[in-house]
């Protein structure tokens, strides 16, 4: 199983981090050992000083396929769950100053965590599902796949011509604006819609 993550998908969230427009998605993957199931909760690890959340969609893949067509690529999953992608933001921002790979600051254990999983045939349209993140019972992100600048369908697409997709594998669709900081004692619940998918604590 592996775990795929789109950068940059979300023009609001670029700007808020004065990255520029992808012209393909960004790519970036996870080990298994990163995911954080069960709301179990997020230690915060001692090599970073700043570690930021960002909440996103995941869909799972649920059958085998390479070179997948962006109109084939809806047949490749049928569950939608929510997830965030734990950053060590400070971390990160020394990796990309000196053009070194992310994984350190992306893909440590428990930097992927995942709700449970949902029928997508409950959503009217895939380019339209809200999703939203509280802290300590705050909105802190909420977004729409409308928003995203790549579909979901074109991420399976473009993702599938230089890894073949697998049963299980997951896909972390990007994160809207609103990244921040998470602090010891903070609670984290995750929505979509009105439905909640994971509720979680930060020690
Ligand atoms: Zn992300």
Known sequence: MKILCVG????????????????EPVI??????????????????????EFHHEVELVIRINRIGKNIAPQFAHRYYDEVGL??????????AKLKSKGLPWEKAKAFDGSAVLSRFVD?????????INFSLTKND???????????IFSIDEIIAHVSQFFTMKIGDLIYTGTPAGVGP?????????????????DFLVK
Do not use: C
Request: zero cysteines; charged letters at 25%.
């Open 8 to 23: 940059r998908n979300y023009v609001e969230h670029i700007e808020e981090l004065n990255n520029t427009k992808p012209s």
């Open 28 to 49: 970036f993957a996870k080990p298994d050992s990163a995911l954080l199931l069960k709301n179990k909760p997020f230690f915060i690890p001692d090599f970073a000083a």
């Open 83 to 92: 997830g965030i992608d734990f950053t060590a933001r400070d971390l990160q």
């Open 120 to 128: 997508k045939a409950q959503f009217a349209a895939m380019n339209d």
């Open 138 to 148: 705050e909105t802190v992100q909420k977004g729409n796949s409308g928003q995203m």
């Open 182 to 198: 998470v602090a010891i004692n903070d609670r984290l619940k995750g929505y979509i819609g009105d439905e909640l998918m994971f």
